[in-house]
């Protein structure tokens, strides 16, 4: 009945709004009469049979309707007008939001409707737009997934050479479409439908090639931006991205679990060919002005050092320092680098995920992602490479043969290797090479330790060591001590001298055989040396006390803290034999200082203060920790130039002076 009644009344309708009110057709504002049986629940929307202006306006007779009616009863009087139009992947269309009025009244504010029916061109656009050019379409058609895959070739294009602008704009890429297909479609289903049903080479048209894509085609080398590196026999996955300012800005190794500690950090320091480049010069621009000055202009300096293709072991700012000091002869250092904040995209960056893909980690430092992962990627590597090789104590070299690599599950790559746990020695696989390399060596030593056992004891017994010898000694350490010492020393020389690395028991007993026959010349030999270095100590003892109480305190401190230096309990074992061949010299030296120290103390004065500077120098560094070569050279050095300083009758071994040792000091901040 209230239908029949709108489609008599069309106009007499209102919408309730937030006072009260009731908004009408033409901007008619009515209350419900006070008297009305609605008008203690006034609904949302009424039909009024009257309504008249007593002082204020009343809608009479009031019934409760629906919009949905009012628009059905009244279609011939309602506008429609649509606005957003908008691809829905869900739903395969180009959508908008319908609005339908009645004389101003709005009977519905935001409907979801097909756009297609109302503006085909428009929706056609916006179908080209967003499930073409975009992508973003789930249909059978195969040239969408082909123009995908194009894409993304172009957009790693712009990655790879870090320059915006080279795929073409969406204006150009939809204008590609013009023409090829039926103006009218903007769905899914319709596209799908005439794809079907369209000849090959209509089919074929609709497909991009990279000249479709690329406004400028890049010269780019497949070398120079490869997509993999490969780590335990695996390649993994590098993937590129142009994004200034993000986290994932530049190259990514995609790093499963199993491979955490196999990744190289120095490899990966390298980064690719085609942004090396970019890498040198910007560390070279880092550098303070001082040093930077020498090695302009970096880019220059940094295509000359990638050309020269030097070993890439080391880090990439150890190995520029050790090209640059090479080919201009400035002195330069890895630590030189070390406070550089180089751009984000110059540095790898590592995402770390499990096997279903899982993210477990992300950054660009390899060393923290170990720190936190190391255990479980061990574990992971272990299930991966499922080598039954590995045992937890080996007594001897049982082994036929050690391979240096085995491949595992799935063609892992893992490397066994003979590892030293102190009270035993154990077989273990490595998920790098050089890691195995160097555990194999120390498990190696220790197991030729055990089966030289009863033939270092002998050697021990046999050395003549004379009740002479050891009371000159016995001010450094016992008489048990200095042959412990000379025994390890010369073991460990014949070792260092050898290869260690041996994986057959073949080359294990032919090794036992010849440590066994050298063992004990070695030690006689090493000996020699002591006796040299302990005369020459004898002679040294009496001069290290002033003549007078208190004469010169400060340079016969300097004398025993020197003296301490060289010779402590251990010297023998810790210092090499082609050093220890030098102690007898160094101490001659000192005893000619301290002769000359009781005739002229302040010319000794002076002299101790020019080398004092550098012995300082050297103190600081080690305290601070340093692992660098170059503090051994430094030390030895320095005793070279105290020869040199105080004796220099005596010769050193080499070219010294104090030039060269600022020089040196230099390298090692």
Not at 51 to 66: H, T, W
Not at 262 to 275: T, Y
Not at 464 to 479: G, V
């Amino acid at each position: 009945m209230h239908g029949c009644l709108l489609a008599g009344w069309p106009t007499q309708v209102g919408r309730k709004d937030e006072r009260g009110e009731y908004r009408g057709t033409r901007e008619r504002r009515f209350r419900i009469f006070p008297g009305s049986a609605l008008a203690k629940a006034p609904p949302l929307w009424l039909l009024a049979g009257q309504i008249l202006d007593l002082q204020k306006v009343y809608g009479m007779s009031c019934a409760r309707v629906e919009p949905e009616w009012i628009e059905r009863a009244a279609a011939h009087l309602t506008k429609q007008s649509w606005r957003d139009p908008h691809w829905s992947r869900k739903r395969g269309a180009v959508l908008a939001f319908e609005q339908v009025t009645l004389f101003g009244l709005t009977l519905v504010e935001k409907r979801t409707v097909q756009f297609g029916a109302q503006d085909p061109a428009l929706a056609h656009a916006v179908f080209v737009r967003e499930a073409l050019v975009r992508g973003e379409i789930d249909c059978r058609a195969d040239c969408v997934r082909a123009n995908a895959r194009v894409l993304a070739q172009a957009r790693e294009f712009e990655a790879k050479q870090r320059r915006s602008g080279l795929v073409r704009d969406e204006n150009e890429l939809m204008a590609f479409f013009a023409g090829k297909l039926p103006a009218d479609i903007s769905t899914a289903a319709a596209f799908d439908a005439w794809y079907r049903r369209a000849p090959a080479a209509q089919q074929a048209a609709l497909r991009w090639s990279l000249d479709d894509v690329l406004a400028n085609q890049p010269g780019l080398r497949a070398a120079d931006f490869p997509s993999t590196l490969e780590f335990a026999g695996h390649r993994l996955k590098l993937e590129y991205r142009f994004v200034p300012g993000d986290a994932a800005d530049g190259v990514t190794l995609q790093v499963p679990l199993a491979f955490v500690n196999a990744v190289s950090a120095a490899r990966c320091d390298w980064l690719v060919p085609g942004l090396l480049t970019d890498k040198v010069a910007e560390l070279i621009r880092g550098l303070p002005k001082t040093l930077r000055r020498n090695f302009v202009p970096a880019p220059d300096f940094a295509r000359a050092f990638v050309e020269a293709e030097v070993p890439r072991d080391a880090s990439v700012a150890s190995t520029l320092a050790g090209y640059l000091q090479r080919v201009t002869g400035v002195q330069i250092g890895e630590r030189d680098f070390a406070a550089i904040d180089l751009p984000v995209h110059l540095s790898m960056r590592y995402h770390v995920h499990d096997e279903a893909g899982k993210t477990l980690a992300e950054g660009r430092d390899i060393d923290a992602i170990r720190m936190q992962w190391g255990s479980a990627a061990n574990a992971a590597f272990s299930r991966h490479a499922d080598v039954e090789l590995a045992r937890d104590e080996v007594a001897g070299f049982d082994f036929d043969e050690i391979p240096q690599v085995v491949t595992g599950a799935g063609g892992l790559a893992a490397y066994p290797a003979l590892v030293d746990l102190g009270d035993a020695v154990a077989l273990r696989v490595f998920e790098r090479a050089d890691e195995a390399r160097t555990a194999h060596v120390a498990g190696v030593e220790r197991l030729l330790r055990r089966a030289l056992r009863e033939t270092i004891k002998q050697a021990r017994r046999q050395l003549p060591i004379d009740r002479k010898l050891a009371l000159k000694y016995a001010a450094i350490a016992s008489i048990d001590a200095l042959r412990e010492d000379i025994n390890e020393a010369a073991l460990a020389d014949l070792l260092a001298a050898r290869d260690s690395e041996l994986r057959t028991r073949a080359s294990f007993l032919r090794a036992v055989a010849e440590l066994s026959r050298r063992l004990f010349p070695a030690a006689m030999e090493r000996l020699g040396i002591v006796e040299e270095i302990l005369a020459a100590y004898a002679e040294l003892l009496p001069w290290l006390e002033p003549p007078l109480l208190g004469y010169a305190r400060a340079n016969y401190d300097d004398l025993r803290e020197q003296l301490d230096a060289l010779l402590y309990p251990g010297f023998v074992r810790n210092v090499e034999k082609s050093r220890l061949a030098h102690f007898p010299r160094y101490l001659k030296a000192m005893r000619l200082r301290a002769e000359r120290l009781r005739q002229d103390a302040a010319r000794d004065q002076a002299r101790m203060l020019t080398v004092r500077i550098y012995w300082a120098e050297y103190l600081k560094r080690m305290a601070s920790g340093h692992a660098n070569p170059a503090l051994a050279e430094l030390r030895w050095l320095i005793e070279e130039l105290r020869v040199s300083v105080f004796a220099q009758e005596l010769g050193t071994a080499g070219p010294v002076s104090p030039k060269r040792l600022a020089k040196l000091i230099e390298t090692i901040r």
